[in-house]
C-alpha cells in the first residue's frame, strides 16, 4: 500500500494540472478581495457598506473566505478526482499499472487517499491565502481587528467542515469517472451535479410540500447546513448573522453526505474489482 500511495502522490505532484489548480484557487480569492475592497473605497456609509466591512475583515475569513473557497476547490476537486482515474483508462496505463500493484483494492485506495490529500491541502491552502487577504485589507482599510474568543479552534474546526463538504463531490466524481472509463464524463457529472443541484432543490419546492423531504437526502442542502456553521464564532456568537439554532440538523446532513460518500466509493470499488481491464 505505501509504495503505491508514495507513486500516487508522486505523479500528482509531478503533473502540472494540481499546482495550476491551486493558481487558479490562490487568483480567485485575491482578485474577489481586491475587487471588494475597491467597492468599500468607493461604498457611501450604510448598511450595505457595515455589512461589506464586516465581511471583509479578518475575523469573518471563516465565513466569507471559506465559503469563496469552498465554491473553487470543489470544482477544482472535481476536475482532479475524474482524471485521477479517468485518465489511465484514457491514456491506457491502467493495463500497465495494475500488474505491478499489489491488488485492485489496494490501488484504488491509494488513489482515493491521494484525493483526498489533495481536497485537504486545496482548502488548507485556499484559507491562508483568503487569510491573508483579508489581514491586508483589514489594515489598509482600517476596519475592525478583533479575531474573537476560540478563533484558532473555530478556523480549524470549519476548514474541516469545508474539506468534509466536498469529498462527495471528489467521490461522484471519481466513481462516474471509473464506470464510463472516461476523464470527461466525471467531471462533466461532477460539476452538473454540483453547480445545478440548487436549481433543482428551488424546482422542488415548487412542487408542495408532497416532496418537501426530498432536497434533504440531496448533496447541496445538506453542504449549506453543515457550511452555515463556518458563520458561528465560539458561545454562538455571529459572524453572519446565524446562531447555533438556525442549523439543528448538522450532524443529520453530516451523516447523508457521510452515507453517499461511503455509497459512491463502494460503487466505484465493485465496479473496479469487477471490471476486465484488458477490454477498454
Not at 491541502?121 to 481587528?145: I, Q
Amino acid at each position: 500500500m505505501i509504495p503505491l500511495l508514495r507513486s500516487e502522490v508522486f505523479r500528482l505532484v509531478k503533473r502540472p494540472m494540481p499546482w495550476i489548480m491551486l493558481l487558479i484557487v490562490a487568483l480567485g480569492v485575491m482578485l474577489l478581495y481586491g475587487a471588494l475592497w475597491g467597492v468599500l473605497e468607493s461604498a457611501a456609509s450604510g448598511g450595505e457598506a457595515r455589512e461589506l466591512r464586516d465581511g471583509l475583515r479578518v475575523g469573518a475569513t471563516t465565513e466569507f473566505g471559506l465559503s469563496l473557497v469552498s465554491t473553487l476547490a470543489t470544482i477544482m476537486v472535481v476536475i482532479v478526482a475524474s482524471s485521477t482515474i479517468g485518465a489511465e483508462y484514457g491514456w491506457g496505463t491502467i493495463r500497465t499499472l495494475l500488474p505491478r500493484a499489489s491488488g485492485r483494492l489496494p490501488l484504488a485506495v491509494a488513489k482515493l487517499i491521494t484525493i483526498g490529500l489533495f481536497v485537504s491541502a486545496m482548502v488548507v491552502f485556499g484559507y491562508l491565502v483568503s487569510l491573508g487577504m483579508a489581514a491586508l485589507v483589514t489594515s489598509a482599510a482600517g476596519l475592525d481587528t478583533d479575531l474573537g474568543d476560540g478563533f484558532a479552534g473555530h478556523a480549524l474546526a470549519s476548514v474541516g467542515r469545508t474539506i468534509y463538504v466536498i469529498v462527495p463531490y471528489a467521490a461522484l466524481s471519481f466513481m462516474v469517472a471509473l464506470w464510463s472509463r472516461s476523464n470527461a464524463a466525471g467531471i462533466s457529472v461532477g460539476l452538473a451535479v454540483y453547480l445545478l443541484e440548487d436549481l433543482i432543490v428551488a424546482l422542488i419546492s415548487l412542487a408542495g410540500d408532497a416532496v418537501d423531504w426530498l432536497p434533504d437526502l440531496l448533496l447541496s442542502d445538506n453542504a449549506d447546513t453543515i457550511l452555515a456553521l463556518n458563520n458561528i464564532n465560539i458561545g454562538d456568537a455571529s459572524i453572519g448573522g446565524a446562531s447555533a439554532s438556525d442549523v439543528p440538523d448538522a450532524w443529520q446532513s453530516a451523516g447523508t453526505l457521510g452515507i453517499w460518500t461511503v455509497v459512491f466509493l463502494t460503487v466505484a470499488l465493485v465496479i473496479f474489482q469487477r471490471r476486465d481491464v484488458t477490454s477498454g
